[in-house]
């Protein structure tokens, strides 16, 4: 019988490989393709020629302009990995680093909008002659273009940049104080805490989160502090779960055992041995529920029941490109389309790559 060899599995995600000739035993024989500096260096000037090409040759037709500059970013960004790859080694994801430096360059921008030379994004009447759905154009006075008021969609996205952001990390912050304290409770006491946290948590997840949004939506007024409030609701019951998880598994951990064995209090132990254990995945997975929250104030906004027009929201951004609006000027929809995207697959990515980082199945003592 043949000796059976293994071999790393190589996937998508990891591979400048080649097959280049099969074992008699049938053991594939793998050789990685080195990447190379000249190669990425030249993809990287070929795709900043193209999109610099695109944007200034290609003006007069939005769509071929588009795809033109979305092409030379692809090429920009495989020469950019290849050089990242020889600089850093096969383990470099220009795709994180670029996730983390859109969201660092949003925040900024939205801490700072006051301070940029931004156009008009909320008071109609400073915006009566500047042009009505002006197309996105990055050398005009406009660069994403105006909406139907005349107000600058720059503008908007960064200002509504504030709303979104404020509101569900508000939301993940108060769902992850008072889910991650009422799951430690309820996985450290367990009993009759444990049972009326998990009835209490089945009852939240039992309605549908549209319905319960809307609901409270009808009650409350539609102010940043009422929609956290209200999206909390949606982030309470995954954090009460994950805290309850990680201190059922941390619980019985040798430190926490040699604690109570010295004396120590319940509250002593919670606090000082559970606590920090269960904190740091509970903040990786904030990461991925901020995007969830983003969404869900977007599409509140988009039905008029969160941030009201004309304060701008992604949200209602996007509803004025309702009905034949969209067909006519899609740059009005695709701006505020493209930012929340970018923003919610930049929140995922980080925080799946947190989550792995800090998953205590994973953690040694």
């Not at 909406?147 to 939301?171: M, P």
């Not at 009835?199 to 009422?226: D, F, Q, R």
């Not at 904190?279 to 990461?287: H, T």
Request: net charge neutral.
């Amino acid at each position: 019988m043949s000796e059976i060899v293994e071999r790393p599995v190589v996937t998508a995600a990891t591979a400048d490989v080649e097959v280049v000739g099969v074992h008699p035993d049938a053991e594939v024989v793998v050789r990685r393709r080195q990447p190379k500096a000249w190669r990425g260096a030249a993809l990287f000037v070929l795709g900043v020629a193209i999109a610099v090409v695109a944007v200034l040759a290609i003006r007069d037709n939005g769509w071929i302009q588009l795809v033109v500059v979305v092409v030379g970013l692809g090429v920009w960004f495989a020469g950019a990995s290849e050089l990242g790859r020889v600089r850093f080694g096969p383990g470099f994801d220009l795709l994180a680093w670029l996730c983390a430096a859109w969201l660092v360059a949003l925040v900024l921008a939205a801490i700072f909008a006051p301070l940029l030379p931004l156009g008009e994004s909320e008071d109609l009447t400073k915006s009566i002659l500047a042009p009505a759905n002006e197309r996105a154009d990055l050398l005009s006075e406009y660069p994403l273009g105006t909406n139907n008021f005349g107000l600058d969609l720059l503008a908007r996205v960064i200002y509504g940049a504030r709303a979104s952001l404020v509101v569900s990390i508000g939301a993940v912050l108060i769902g992850m104080v008072i889910g991650g304290a009422i799951g430690v409770l309820a996985g450290y006491f367990r009993r009759a805490i444990d049972a009326v946290v998990g009835i209490g948590t089945n009852s939240l997840l039992a309605v549908p989160p549209l319905i319960l949004l809307i609901a409270l939506a009808t009650v409350l007024e539609p102010t940043l502090y009422n929609i956290a409030l209200a999206l909390s609701l949606l982030a309470l019951p995954s954090m009460i779960r994950m805290a309850r998880a990680n201190t059922l598994t941390f619980a019985q951990r040798e430190f926490v055992l040699a604690a109570k064995s010295m004396g120590a209090s319940s509250g002593r132990v919670m606090l000082r041995e559970i606590v920090p254990n269960v904190v740091l995945p509970l903040a990786s997975y904030a990461m991925v529920m901020v995007s969830v929250l983003i969404v869900a104030e977007a599409s509140l906004s988009f039905l008029g029941l969160g941030v009201q027009a004309p304060s701008p929201s992604w949200g209602n951004m996007i509803a004025e490109g309702e009905g034949e609006a969209f067909k006519q000027h899609p740059h009005i929809v695709l701006v505020p389309g493209t930012v929340l995207f970018l923003t919610v697959f930049s929140f995922n990515l980080l925080g799946e790559k947190a989550r792995k980082r800090f998953d205590p199945r994973a953690a040694k003592l």
